[in-house]
């Protein structure tokens, strides 16, 4: 059963694993970003002890959102579009 539509089999797989390539190191680049600039946030400022925690918890998910999904792209090309078996 085929399922994608007859104009976007134009597009090869190279063109697709680059465009997810891009992504995946915008995204890795956010989440260093986002993990430096938090902690670097909290060790800078003098903010109060009852906030450290949840902002440490914040930072933590943030980042983990940002480098799984940088993960799953580079593993979505890789795997998937340039799968030459």
Known sequence: MEHE??????????QVCSFF????IVNAVIGFLGLGLGLWSIFVSKMPVSLVTP????IVIT??????SA?????????ALL???
């Not at 539509?5 to 190279?14: F, G, R, V, Y």
């Not at 980042?63 to 799984?68: D, E, L, R, V, Y």
């Open 63 to 68: 980042s983990g959102i940002a480098f799984t």
């Open 71 to 79: 993960l799953f792209q580079f593993l979505i090309c890789e795997r």
């Open 83 to 85: 799968n030459k078996q």
């Open 5 to 14: 539509p007859t104009w976007t089999k134009q597009i090869s797989s190279e």
């Open 55 to 58: 902002m440490l918890i914040q």
């Open 21 to 24: 390539y891009a992504f995946a």
